[in-house]
C-alpha cells in the first residue's frame, strides 16, 4: 500500500512523465513541482519506518504468528491460485464496502473458498472487474 500512495503521489499529483521514464530518458519532468511531493514522500517513509519498528518490537523480534484459518487463500499453495485467490478476497471486500447487504460476523476459512481450478466462476467476475478498473482509470487518466 506504501508503494501505491508513492507512484500515486508521483504519476498523479505530481504528474511525472511516465513516456520519458518507460524510454529511460532522465530527468523525468513532472508536470507540477516536486517539493510538496517531497514532503509528503518523505512523511510516507517516516511513518512506514516508524510503524515498523513499532511492529518489530511489539512482536519482540518474532515473525508475526497468522493461521491459515485467519487468511485461506493467503496460505493456498498454487501460485496461480493464490494470487486470483487473494484478489477474490479483495474484490468481495469491495463490493461489501459498496453494496453492505450480505455481511456476514465471521470472515474465516470457510467463508471464502480459494480458486481452484479454470473453470471457477468468480474468474469471469474477476475478469470483468481487472477490465472496468483498467478502463476507469484509462478514461480518467485521460480526463
Given at each position: ?33 516536486l517539493l510538496p511531493s517531497a514532503a509528503r ?10 510503524i515498523a519498528v513499532w511492529r518489530l518490537r ?86
Amino acid at each position: 500500500l506504501p508503494l501505491l500512495c508513492a507512484a500515486w503521489e508521483l504519476l498523479v499529483v505530481a504528474r511525472v512523465s511516465t513516456h520519458r521514464m518507460a524510454r529511460l530518458e532522465w530527468p523525468f519532468p513532472p508536470a507540477r513541482p516536486l517539493l510538496p511531493s517531497a514532503a509528503r514522500l518523505s512523511a510516507l517513509a517516516a511513518g512506514n519506518a516508524s510503524i515498523a519498528v513499532w511492529r518489530l518490537r511489539l512482536n519482540e523480534g518474532q515473525p508475526p504468528a497468522i493461521s491459515t484459518k485467519q487468511n485461506w487463500p493467503g496460505f493456498y499453495p498454487h501460485p496461480l491460485w493464490r494470487p486470483l485467490s487473494v484478489a477474490w478476497v479483495w474484490l468481495e471486500y469491495a463490493s461489501l464496502l459498496l453494496f453492505p447487504s450480505e455481511l456476514c460476523c465471521d470472515w474465516s476459512a470457510p467463508a471464502l473458498p480459494p480458486i481452484t481450478s479454470l473453470a471457477d466462476p468468480r474468474l469471469a467476475v474477476l475478469a470483468a472487474a481487472a477490465a472496468a478498473t483498467a478502463s476507469a482509470a484509462s478514461a480518467w487518466r485521460r480526463s
